[in-house]
Each structure stands twice: as structure tokens, then as C-alpha cells.
């Protein structure tokens, strides 16, 4: 989890989440990941790079051809966070609302109490 | 037990949705009342919030600090900055980890809804760039099917 800023501050790009997202699909040559995006291989390189550092993505060399592939310690490390912050405060909520019952049973019995 | 949406707004906002099944005085009251707000904005279980500090008004300070009751703690600082009772809360917001984070700029708004309210909590992200990111639709989204309990967040 020490990694999680520089793994936020990689996604905060456009380009790098679409990469992220085609590698969802599956394992992808530098190539073809450069081709929709229209955007030369070094520059493609240079997003896959912030990437690795960050944990997100895997790169092997195969003969000439490069491949990338979403890493899933780094992709999990974010679920979790996530998850984590959701359930908090999903729980803080769950909460309120009994706080809220509350205040109306109380609220009631104050008002019976004036009447009698 | 009502649903929590989650959604982004351009490449800056966060917006929380909430059904409470009471009317918006109490939920308005529950955001901004000392000894309601002790009562549930505590995040993880076994977190209290010891010190809570909601001075409702135009340049009001906010401070809650959360304690674990193991040493360890940490807090927010912030400012109201325009109440609209029962309605609408605009408030500034910095966690304090303890260095603090950049200011979240939040807009509360409480809209009669059935016999319930609508919550609605529009934040500018503390952190854009991070947050924008973790939170972009298309992760969000492939996420999703991890969390089968989640329909409870923010």
C-alpha cells in the first residue's frame, strides 16, 4: 500500500486509464496498444513506464515485441482501498440512519409528553 | 436500507447520493449538531470521535478528531462557509494525517424526497489528480463487481 500515491497519480491520466482499460481485456504488444490512441510507441512507452513504476502494469520482452499486462498486486491494492473508504462510509450512513430513527422516537415521545 | 451512489462530475467533483428515510430538518440537523454528528461519522468500527467541534455558521470552525482507543488518531479541520437551514451546507474541509490534505470544497444540499431526503454531497477532490483517477468511471466500473456489499459508500 506504500505505493498507493504514485499508483493514484498514474491513473490521474486520461490516456494511461484507457491503457489500463484496454489491458483489462488482455495482454497487449506496445503496438497495439499505441494504435487507437493514435500516438507514436515512444510516447506510448513513456505512459507504460509511469505505469510500471506504479505498480499497475507488467512488461516482458518476447524476440522484438514487447507485452504488457495489468499486474494484479497493484490493481488490487486500489480495490482494497477503495473498498475500504466505500465501507466506511457505507457504515457511516447505516449509522445515521439510526441516529435519524432516534431522533424521530424521541421527538414523538417529547410531543406525547407536552399533550398529557 | 437505502442505496449509496458514487459518481464523478468532469474531472474534479465526487457526488454522493443518499436516501434518508427522514425529513431534511433532521438529516440538516445530523450533519451539523455536535452530539448527532458524535454519533455517526466515524468511518471503521471501533473508531469514536472524541472531540467534535461544529460551529454552524458562516466562518464557523469544524473539527472532529478520531481516536481508534489504541493511539491512534487523526483529524479534520475546516470552515463553514454558507448554511442554508434545512437545505444546503458549503463547507471546506483538510484531513490532518498529520500533514494536511489540499482543502476538499464540499456542497451538501438535503431535498424533500417522499416522506424521506435526498442527500446530495457535491466535493471537489482533495487531491484531483489522485482521486479523479481512482474514481474514474471506467475503474469504478470495473470494480463494481467486487463489491457486492458496497451498495450500502461514499
Known sequence: MQNLDATFSAL????????????ARGEATVMELAQPFDMTQPSVSRHLKVLERAGLIVRRAEGTKRHCRLASDGIN????????????????????DTVLADMHSSGKKKKRGQKS | MSTLTLTTEGDKYVIV????????????????EPELIQRWMLGPEGWTMPVCISDARPGGTIRYEWSNGKGVGFYLTGEYLELAPYNRIVHV???????????????TTFEP????????????????????????????EGMEASYVRLETLL
Open chain 1, 12 to 23: 490521474a491520466d486520461p490516456t494511461r486509464r484507457a491503457i489500463l482499460a484496454r489491458l
Open chain 1, 77 to 96: 491494492a486500489i480495490d482494497q482501498w477503495l473498498s475500504q473508504l466505500r465501507q466506511a462510509v457505507a457504515k457511516n450512513y447505516d449509522r445515521l
Open chain 2, 17 to 32: 447520493t443518499r436516501h434518508f428515510a427522514a425529513p431534511p430538518e433532521a438529516v440538516y440537523r445530523a450533519h451539523t
Open chain 2, 93 to 107: 474541509e483538510r484531513m490532518h494525517l498529520p500533514d494536511p490534505t489540499p482543502d476538499n470544497h464540499v456542497e
Open chain 2, 113 to 140: 424526497d417522499g416522506i424521506g431526503t435526498l442527500m446530495r454531497m457535491k466535493m471537489a477532490l482533495p487531491n484531483q489528480q489522485a482521486r479523479s483517477a481512482m474514481l474514474s468511471t471506467g475503474m469504478e
